[in-house]
């Protein structure tokens, strides 16, 4: 099983690989179309190569500094930039060096809106700054563009000037005004410097470009990438004709958006020195404002510092309390005193020294006391009605009212200290109170001054700091690489261009041969018929005549002709075809044209050279063609009339060698009968037939094609062997499908298959006589151009 397995895995690649060398075979067939598709394309791309400009790459490279932008509020604590550009976006510093305002700069600066070419041998070659000795002056719209003109240089003073288009021309000195239709000019030798030789009679080309186009166009050609996700580099390149055009583009390119870059940040400095001067002229006036405000409201709240009238009104409130506690002390022991004065008998002592602050009461509630110890001192050793008794009783009775109209006036006093010590303390309190709120305010004034005295300061920094950067101001751009231009260029890649060439003179002929075999719908080779009708043989294969070859083979012929047929008479014995009686061999097609009458006529023939007697019979009654290659008159008696006249015998149809060194013998088909397939169906037919047999090795019989008529099919079973030709690229693949048919319902017997018309050379020729002196010498050479093979 496994061994059955292998085998099959060996066949199927043995037939990929067979049907991989088929499919090249049949490409290689024309390769002579390939090899003159090879040489056009190769040579369109050297041509291409020699008349076109070489395109070279420039490349720069720039670093985009850090800038911080805007207003930088640093000087507060805490407080951050209000504009934070630290962080560089390349995508917009590309966008920019894109621009068309740049761009627009660079071409005004660099005058790219004039172009200068020199004509050399073949091909014009674009110049710049040095390469050009003459400059021009315009005196026209910078958008409006000009026609080439052609200039050659005479001499030192003279030059010659031509514009194709209009025909316009003339001989002008260098400086003079030059006016063509809407266009006017002047042509200048450049500044300190003489023509040079090689300049005169040669021939320079200048055009000018509006500068929309031409802003446009260096646009287009700029382009900016970065380097790397996390670099800040970005690579500047372009590409052009002229290495030094373009360097000179970047250079400036790069010095236009380091210029631009910094003509912002010198408007940027200016702006923000001019808007400080602003905002300190009217914070000048704010903080005067608020300054005048804070000293408006401590005057008229009687405040120096909130901390030292706070301190003040606590202490005064805390002297008020106390007073207040002394005067009601006081009053509490006056009070006391009072009362006790009134309940106390004459003459008793009085209190003294228990806190009365009253200087006087205290001196006369001391002497009060003092005469009450004298006179109990005195009635020790005398009696109440002594004189001295008597008088100290009257002197203490008026002290005593004495201390009482003191008391009286203490009292007074004391209650009026305290109701203004009461007005006194409210007063410090209220003031107290409010002081919360006078605080606050005077915290919102002092803020206020604060923060405008800070920005006063700032804003007086950020001004000389403008001016000083207006004054120094640094680039936003580091060149990292100059511009560079790589020697080798960018286009055309010659080796690419060549390379493409051959390839697509390769691929060309490929697809053009590609759709033609995929539309060609013939049958081109045998394979195409074997792997459709496996079961049919091919008896033989015809080669294709060529067009002065005669379609008749001649006696002793070494051509392909002769020998195809040749072939094809040792294959019909491999048929069935034996030695005993007569072989009856029938030759047709599916529809005219195939070559069955010339398979016929050349098969007879080369049976016919054997020494067989051989006769060839015209059974296509209907589109009779023998008479053709045999040169006879297609008007004699034939077949037809044998079928439908019972008088006529075979010996009067029968044509002797009408072919000169053949032993054929040829029966036409006669006329045109109006019903051939009746008289074919008839008896007579198969009389003929068997009467024929008796004198004839073999029978050709030429019949009708079979799709369109049945007049073969009703005859097929008197033939031994049934030749069907098919002709190579004529006929339709799909007619295989009608043989096939044919075949398997067996209205044809032992068919044959006759491959006509193939190709003498390419995939499939025929080189009969390898080895065995068959050979022409013309074939020979032909073959060896089959290298394939």
Excluded at 294 to 307: A, M, Q, Y
Excluded at 511 to 527: E, H
Excluded at 740 to 767: R, T
Aim: glycine share 4%; net charge negative; charged share 25%.
């Amino acid at each position: 099983m496994m061994e059955n397995q292998s085998q099959n895995t060996q066949q199927l690649e043995r037939n990929d690989a067979e049907d991989i060398k088929k499919i090249l075979i049949k490409y290689l067939r024309y390769w002579p179309v390939f090899i003159l598709s090879a040489i056009i394309f190769i040579t369109s791309a050297f041509i291409y190569l020699r008349y076109t400009p070489n395109v070279y790459q420039t490349n720069a490279k720039i670093k985009v500094l850090k800038d911080q932008g805007g207003i930088d509020m640093t000087g507060f604590q805490g407080s951050s930039p209000l504009i934070d550009l630290s962080k560089v976006n390349l995508d917009n510093e590309a966008e920019i060096l894109k621009s068309r305002r740049l761009a627009e700069n660079v071409i005004q600066n660099l005058g790219l809106q004039t172009a200068f070419y020199s004509q050399g041998t073949i091909k014009s070659f674009l110049i710049w700054d040095e390469e050009t000795p003459f400059e021009i002056i315009w005196n026209l719209d910078t958008n409006k563009s000009t026609p080439q003109f052609e200039l050659t240089i005479l001499n030192d003073t003279e030059f010659k000037i031509f514009e194709p288009e209009s025909d316009f021309k003339g001989t002008f000195q260098f400086g003079d005004l030059i006016e063509f239709e809407d266009y006017s000019f002047r042509v200048l030798t450049k500044e300190n410097r003489d023509l040079e030789e090689t300049s005169k009679e040669k021939l320079f080309k200048f055009s000018h470009t509006g500068l929309d186009r031409a802003v446009s166009a260096l646009s287009a050609k700029v382009n900016v990438e970065n380097v790397g996700e996390r670099s800040e580099i970005l690579r500047v390149s372009m590409n052009g004709e002229n290495k030094n055009r373009n360097e000179a583009i970047i250079n400036n390119l790069i010095f236009q958006f380091n210029k631009d870059g910094v003509d912002d940040n010198r408007k940027i400095a200016e702006q923000t020195e001019d808007f400080a001067l602003e905002r300190l002229e009217f914070l000048y006036e704010e903080l005067d404002t608020v300054e005048t405000n804070l000293v408006d409201f401590k005057k008229g709240s009687n405040i120096v510092t909130i901390e030292a009238t706070a301190t003040e009104l606590f202490t005064k409130n805390t002297e008020a309390e106390a007073e207040a506690f002394r005067v009601e002390n006081q009053l509490l022991l006056v009070e006391a005193l009072k009362e006790r004065l009134d309940k106390m008998n004459d003459f008793e002592l009085l209190p003294a020294n228990f806190g009365l602050d009253d200087g006087e009461l205290n001196a006369g509630l001391e002497k009060y006391n003092d005469l009450v110890l004298k006179r109990q001192r005195i009635l020790v050793s005398s009696t109440e009605q002594s004189m001295v008794i008597q008088e100290i009783n009257k002197t203490l009775l008026n002290l005593k009212q004495s201390i009482l109209r003191s008391i009286d006036a203490y009292q007074t006093g004391l209650e009026i200290s305290k109701r203004r010590i009461d007005r006194k303390e409210s007063e410090t309190r209220s003031n107290i109170n409010v002081l919360p709120e006078k605080e606050k305010r005077i915290r919102e004034i002092t803020r206020q001054q604060l923060v405008k005295e800070r920005l006063y300061v700032f804003l007086l920094q950020k001004r000389e700091e403008a001016a000083l950067s207006s004054a120094v101001m640094s680039d936003i751009a580091k060149v990292v690489d100059y511009a560079y231009t790589n020697p080798t260029p960018v286009s055309p890649k010659s080796q690419i261009v060549l390379l493409g060439s051959f390839l697509l003179s390769l691929i060309l002929p490929f697809g053009v041969l590609y759709i033609k075999f995929l539309l060609n719908t013939k049958i081109n080779d045998k394979d195409e018929i074997k792997s459709f009708l496996p079961n049919i043989p091919i008896a033989g294969e015809i080669p294709l005549l060529n067009k002065n070859q005669e379609n008749l083979i001649r006696k002793n012929s070494t051509d392909s002709l002769a020998e195809s047929f040749r072939i094809l008479r040792t294959n019909l014995n491999f048929m069935g075809l034996n030695n005993e009686g007569s072989k009856v061999i029938f030759v047709t097609s599916t529809m005219k044209g195939e070559g069955k009458t010339f398979a016929s006529v050349n098969l007879a023939a080369t049976i016919s050279t054997t020494r067989s007697k051989c006769l060839l019979i015209g059974a296509d009654l209907r589109n009779p063609q023998i008479h053709s290659f045999l040169n006879v008159n297609k008007n004699r008696a034939g077949l037809s009339k044998y079928l439908y006249d019972e008088n006529t015998t075979i010996e009067e149809l029968i044509i002797h060698k009408p072919l000169k060194d053949f032993n054929l013998d040829v029966v036409l088909s006669g006329d045109i009968p109006p019903n051939p397939s009746e008289l074919l169906v008839g008896n007579r037919f198969e009389e003929f037939i068997k009467e024929v047999e008796k004198e004839y090795d073999y029978i050709i019989v030429d019949t009708a094609p079979t799709i369109l008529v049945t007049d073969t099919l009703l005859i097929s079973k008197y033939a031994d062997i049934t030749l069907y030709t098919i002709r190579a690229n004529y006929t339709d693949i799909q007619l295989l499908e009608h043989l096939k048919e044919i075949s398997d319902s067996k209205k044809l017997l032992n068919i044959g298959i006759i491959f006509n018309g193939v190709q003498n050379s390419g995939a499939y020729a025929y080189n009969y006589g390898y080895g065995y002196g068959y050979q022409t010498d013309t074939m020979a050479k032909r073959n060896r151009l089959k290298f394939w093979q």
